[in-house]
């Protein structure tokens, strides 16, 4: 669905500590590959970022604003195939006869339930590769968040010599960027998604929208369903985390430019109770009545202090995480649920397919990222009755062999 934006129309990242592309390395400019960067906490340890820091490229800003109201090419049903605006490869070098291919996978870690409802949505696009003989092997290492790790990692894939192609998911930019290149010389195929690095040199960068889309998409909902001086509390999980302070920075470009004042922007290190208990203070001191959060982590914490409170719901930004989604349904609150992909978990798998074969692949394959809005929530909330509070709605997997089970028994 096309939505109307009364702002700037000019890619994204959700996961429990929306940290599906995340990245702590000190700031350099932006990825080749089309990855965010990422900063230093300043030397009091905070960063806050915002529209005035480094974390603000007016240039990436503007595009990803306008990537949002850009129709896709690709399977309308199948939103983990569609690519907004692709330059296509040629992938012809890196064909080969015959089945039962060995695909290597680097995760940084299924260190939150966003990267844990990814990948099990990419083990059940595997299984049906294997079943149609196109996958044998699926080797899969997990860093645990660790780049050291990581970059071992790549490099026993790289020294086995057995990878028909080798997917990331880099832990950080940065660090990971030369491991990543030493897998690009080896001569295999690399797919490099959700995180970037500072190289072009993989076959394929898949990512959805980004930071920006997300931060604006809960920004422009608040400024349109606000009175002008009506009061704002920005909720962030960590500081110096690229894709997280991308969101900040483009809610904070488009609350500078409304009639909204933002009361404050509070760390809470997604623990519920802290979460619970800054907006409990705040609304000690004055009413709020808009909640910005840059990752849906604690949404039903910070909604129960309002209820605790006795007081009115805000106009809420939460995120397409089942308990959030169940609670706006429960309160009927004024709200939206910013969405960063998570089908794709897929794509990865499927573009190996599509290399092997020799087909074109977009060079930056970028995803859509749609959030969900009023409308669409009773059917978001229908289709995975099943499922439990810590999955996410947009994963993607219906279709798949494995479906419910797979996920609501992990």
Request: charged content about 25%.
């Amino acid at each position: 669905m096309r939505r109307t934006r009364a702002l700037l129309a000019g890619a994204a990242v959700a996961s429990l500590l929306a940290t599906a592309a995340c990245t702590t390395d000190t700031p350099t400019d932006a990825p080749e590959g089309g990855g965010e960067t990422s900063a230093e906490e300043t030397q009091d340890g905070e960063e806050t970022g915002g529209a005035d820091s480094e974390w603000f490229v007016q240039a990436d800003y503007d595009r990803q604003l306008a990537q949002r109201d850009v129709e896709p090419e690709g399977p309308a049903d199948q939103p983990w195939l569609q690519a907004i605006e692709p330059e296509y490869v040629d992938t012809a070098e890196f064909a080969s006869e015959g089945g039962g291919k060995t695909l290597c996978f680097s995760n940084a870690s299924v260190s939150n339930p966003w990267r844990v409802t990814g990948f099990i949505t990419m083990e059940q696009q595997v299984q049906v590769l294997q079943d149609e003989g196109v996958i044998g092997e699926f080797r899969v290492s997990d860093a645990a968040d660790d780049d050291n790790k990581q970059i071992s990692d790549i490099q026993a894939f790289v020294a086995a010599g057995d990878c028909d192609a080798i997917i990331v998911s880099p832990s950080t930019t940065a660090t990971l960027t030369p491991a990543v290149e030493a897998a690009c010389e080896s001569g295999k195929p690399v797919i490099v998604f959700d995180r970037g690095v500072n190289t072009d040199c993989m076959v394929t960068f898949i990512h959805p929208i980004g930071g920006y889309a997300y931060g604006a998409d809960g920004a422009e909902y608040l400024v349109d369903n606000l009175d002008e001086g009506s009061t704002v509390l920005a909720l962030r999980i960590l500081p110096g985390v690229d894709v997280l302070e991308n969101r900040w920075a483009a809610a904070d470009k488009i609350f500078s430019e409304s009639g909204l004042e933002v009361v404050g922007q509070e760390f809470t290190g997604g623990d519920a109770a802290q979460i619970k208990d800054i907006v409990t203070q705040y609304l000690q001191r004055g009413d709020v009545d808009g909640i910005w959060m840059d990752a849906g982590d604690g949404a039903v914490a910070a909604v129960e202090a309002f209820e605790d409170a006795g007081k009115p719901y805000p106009v809420f930004m939460g995120e397409d995480e089942m308990s959030f989604l169940r609670k706006w349904q429960e309160t009927d609150m004024n709200a939206i649920a910013a969405v960063y992909s998570n089908f794709q978990w897929r794509t990865p798998i499927l573009a190996a397919q599509m290399i092997w074969a020799g087909e074109q692949v977009p060079e930056e394959w970028v995803l859509p990222q749609e959030p969900i809005e009023a409308d669409e929530l009773d059917a978001y909330l229908e289709a995975n009755a099943e499922m439990p509070s810590l999955h996410y709605a947009k994963f993607g997997g219906e279709d798949l062999p494995g479906y419910p089970q797979a996920w609501t028994d992990r």
